[in-house]
């Protein structure tokens, strides 16, 4: 039984806008339309890095190959890390099981996830200006900024962190700045002497005091696609900020002071930075992050039977320090598309109550770990006590739980909880995920 048979509206096509989309025909939710803002799907930014616990779901709707084709493949170690002044070897982290890690251009993977879903599902060109409740059709009214509307009965706000479906469910809260810029471009491997370019050819940490620099080796050399992904995580205040936006460009040369007396190899980064920008500059983003949310929908929108909820960053935005931003929205959106199509009742409200139990806690440790991170890999310390200070067995095993998760286990022990608190009560308990149809899922 499920929801298929609502109309649902999805709001913003990123990475986790098109994750769901992909969740959903999946699952089997068939009345479903994708409204981007920008007039085309574009992601900016460096390179991304999907873990185990995210390329599990993505696999299962058949994309493991078509990400492999544009990703890096059999990465040595899930991580390696070096010392900013001397770029002495600190350590590293093996790889967490299969499948492994892969690290892809933001724009290739959105290019995958949108592979699957139909044109006709998408629309382009639609900034969301307001949602309005249709009492005499019982369902919600999406007002565009191009003067269109459309309707649906189940909206998922996937459009960020300045989601404009959270302004809707007045979550007035604002995001708060982490205390770090990064700055994002990309290094080709021909820029490189042949010692450093190989060190690159797997992700390495530059660890040094309140700043870090990230290298992901993106892509692959078969489908010229391969390349050095940098992601520089720099102290600075936020007054140095002049852009209206959280995203702008800043020259290459601002990177360099914060690094310019660092390892050979970081300066070898700054002069590929240099050479491969036309115009001296590359990305660079304020951090921000806020506060676990306390609900990710409208219980009573819900309870009406047409209801709104956040999915990525809109409900659960974290710091990147750990690498989930892309794979929590991938998570989320495969339990929601599953509890969407397989709950057995008209009981809205209790459904996205699940899928809120399913997926929350874990995302706000995400967020509270993710910013532990940050400060253990930038962390202000005395020169003499750096290297000694950083352990990998010990940051390995405070990244075990992100990386083995079992999303399909959390959802069988919820239900199990659920039916269990039902049956203490004598009220009959949905079959919330469908075992018999996804058991073998994931």
């Avoid at 269109?148 to 962190?161: F, K, M």
């Avoid at 491997?189 to 370019?197: C, G, I, N, R, V």
């Avoid at 920008?277 to 983003?285: H, N, R, S, V, Y």
């Amino acid at each position: 039984m499920g929801f298929a048979h609502k109309k649902v509206a999805v709001i913003g096509g990123g990475l986790g806008g098109m994750a769901f989309m992909n969740s959903a025909l999946h699952a089997g939710l068939t009345d479903i339309h994708l409204y981007e803002a920008a007039n085309e799907f574009t992601e900016v930014g460096a390179g991304v890095n999907i873990t185990r616990n995210a390329n599990r779901v993505l696999d299962a709707f058949g994309l493991r190959e078509a990400m492999l084709w544009k990703s890096s493949r059999d990465p040595p170690c899930y991580m390696e890390y070096r010392h900013y002044r001397s770029g002495e070897y600190l350590g590293q982290i093996e790889e967490f099981g299969e499948p492994r890690s892969r690290q892809i251009h933001r724009a290739h993977l959105l290019e995958i996830l949108m592979e699957k879903v139909p044109k006709s599902m998408v629309s382009t060109g639609k900034r969301l200006a307001r949602i309005e409740w249709d009492s005499s059709n019982e369902c919600h009214q999406l007002h565009f900024m191009d003067g269109t509307v459309a309707s649906a009965d189940i909206i998922v706000g996937c459009d960020g962190i300045k989601s404009a479906v959270r302004a809707h469910l007045s979550l007035a809260d604002h995001p708060i700045y982490s205390g770090q810029m990064v700055y994002r471009g990309y290094v080709s491997y021909d820029d490189l002497t042949a010692e450093t370019a190989e060190l690159l050819r797997k992700t390495v940490n530059f660890r040094g005091p309140r700043r870090h620099v990230l290298t992901l080796p993106i892509g692959n050399d078969e489908s010229k696609t391969a390349r050095v992904g940098i992601i520089g995580f720099m102290t600075e205040p936020l007054d140095r900020w002049e852009s209206e936006s959280w995203l702008a460009k800043a020259p290459v040369d601002d990177l360099f002071e914060h690094v310019k007396d660092w390892c050979p190899a970081v300066q070898e980064i700054i002069h590929g930075l240099r050479k491969g920008a036309d115009d001296g500059k590359i990305l660079k983003q304020t951090l921000y992050v806020r506060e676990p949310t306390p609900t990710w929908f409208s219980v009573e929108e819900a309870q009406q039977g047409s209801g709104t909820v956040l999915l990525g960053d809109s409900a659960h935005s974290t710091l990147p320090h750990q690498g989930q931003g892309a794979g929590m929205a991938i998570e989320s959106g495969f339990a929601l598309a599953q509890i969407l199509r397989h709950w057995d009742s008209e009981d809205l409200s209790a459904a996205l109550q699940l899928f809120q139990d399913v997926r929350k806690p874990r995302t706000d440790r995400i967020t509270k770990t993710s910013y532990e991170t940050g400060k253990v890999a930038s962390a202000d310390i005395p020169e003499e006590m750096w290297a000694a200070s950083f352990s990998p067995d010990l940051m390995r095993e405070r990244m075990k739980w992100v990386m083995e998760y079992d999303l399909l286990g959390e959802l069988f022990a919820k239900q199990a909880a659920a039916s269990s608190k039902a049956a203490a009560s004598s009220e009959p308990m949905p079959d919330v995920v469908g075992s018999s149809q996804i058991a073998s899922v994931l």
